[in-house]
């Protein structure tokens, strides 16, 4: 499952989809889906804001093919961007996404996040336990190991039973152990390219 918003540049699932995986990528413009639509037409790609509710949420643009985008207005405001539209969508859960699509009865392998500012509220909108994602991938901008811990989305994942295990420059990878993985083991792209992703 993939949360972002380019079907191959800056993707953490891009190289997994090129090995045959196949999966959910959520968008909340439609240019971008249709973009994904196009270049990774094996995968179930859906039109939604994600949040943690199901509300009427304002979407901020800051260019028609622009990185960015975000429905918290705090973090639309604090980017000091010109905002360059706004459009008005109904948001789902990550929960009511997936129980939409063909892979409501599937354990997700790896888990995406790039939401600007919404990662907490969207990491909250699934149930972990149903959906025992093995490899959680969440964006950060901090500076430390202290920060990160201090976070609200680091302490929901390790109330759920998930660990950190490796920084890669702006992402932060976590292998949960909610009772199906073994042991804990370092995660590398090489490796991930060979599972089999949601």
């Not at 039109?47 to 028609?64: A, M, Q």
């Not at 975000?70 to 997936?98: H, P, Q």
Request: positive net charge; glycine residues 6%; contains cysteine.
């Amino acid at each position: 499952m993939l949360v972002v918003n380019h079907p191959k540049k800056f993707s953490n699932t891009y190289l997994l989809y090129k090995s045959g995986w196949s999966g959910i990528n959520i968008d909340m413009e439609a240019d971008k889906i249709s973009l994904f639509n196009m270049a990774r037409s094996r995968d179930w790609n859906v039109l939604s804001p994600i949040s943690d509710k199901k509300e009427k949420v304002n979407v901020y643009r800051f260019g028609k093919f622009g990185v960015g985008s975000t429905i918290d207005y705090k973090f639309a405001v604090d980017t000091g961007n010109a905002v360059y539209g706004t459009a008005e969508l109904l948001s789902k859960t990550l929960d009511e996404v997936i129980e939409d699509s063909p892979y409501k009865a599937k354990q997700i392998d790896v888990l995406s996040i790039d939401v600007e500012g919404m990662d907490y509220k969207v990491l909250s909108s699934l149930s972990l336990e149903k959906y025992r994602p093995k490899i959680i991938i969440v964006e950060f901008h901090h500076r430390s190991i202290e920060e990160i811990l201090n976070t609200d989305i680091y302490q929901l994942l390790k109330n759920k039973g998930c660990v950190e295990e490796l920084d890669v420059l702006f992402s932060y990878f976590y292998i949960a152990k909610l009772g199906y993985i073994k042991k804990k083991r370092k995660c590398t792209g090489q490796a991930m390219d060979n599972k089999q992703s949601l």
